[in-house]
């Protein structure tokens, strides 16, 4: 089912901060700061040779990671992305197993316009999963 590692993503307490470390201090590209309305964040992305690290910022009142950013007031490792091909098939396949689509189960378009689904993080080791189909 689950293929290529597509992201990692950080909540930071300060976008601009943590995308200069990334820039100046490790020596990565990163890019402008995308607004994501739909996903209450907004995202710098880190390019890196063999996968994306995703610096993500509340965007709006209701931010799916404002919770976890007042848990956690340094920031920290917030999700891990992994691909499918056909993410349809993928939902059906974990409910049938037992793991939690969250949400109303129905894709929505993430920050590289594709279909994603995230999984309850206590179905997967405390760690937040999300699916994007590629
Ligand atoms: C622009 C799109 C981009 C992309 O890649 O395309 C994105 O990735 S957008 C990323 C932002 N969107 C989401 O994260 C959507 C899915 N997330 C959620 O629905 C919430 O964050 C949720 C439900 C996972 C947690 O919400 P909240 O923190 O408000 O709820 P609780 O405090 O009740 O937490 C419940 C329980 O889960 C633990 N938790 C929360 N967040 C995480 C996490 N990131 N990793 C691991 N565990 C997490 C939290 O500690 C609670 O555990 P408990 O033992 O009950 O205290
Ligand atoms: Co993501």
Redesign the pocket.
């Known amino acids: 089912m689950i293929g290529r590692l597509n992201?990692v993503?950080i909540a930071v307490p300060d976008l601009e901060a943590a995308a200069t470390v990334y820039k100046d201090t490790l020596g990565a590209t990163v890019s402008a700061p995308q607004d994501?309305p739909d996903?209450?964040?907004t995202?710098v992305f880190v390019e890196l040779d063999n996968t994306k690290i995703?610096l993500?910022y509340p965007l709006g009142e209701n931010s799916?990671?404002a919770?976890?950013l007042a848990?956690n007031t340094s920031g920290g490792m917030?999700?891990v992305?992994y691909e499918v091909e056909d993410i349809i098939a993928a939902r059906d396949q974990l409910v049938e197993k037992g793991a939690r689509i969250?949400?109303d189960g129905e894709p929505k378009i993430?920050?590289?316009k594709k279909p994603?689904l995230?999984l309850h993080?206590?179905d997967f080791s405390?760690?937040?999963v999300?699916l994007e189909q590629v």
């Open positions: 992201h993503a994501e996903n209450g964040v995202v995703e993500l799916p990671i919770g976890f848990k917030h999700h992305c969250l949400g993430g920050a590289h994603v995230f993080p206590k405390g760690t937040l999300e």
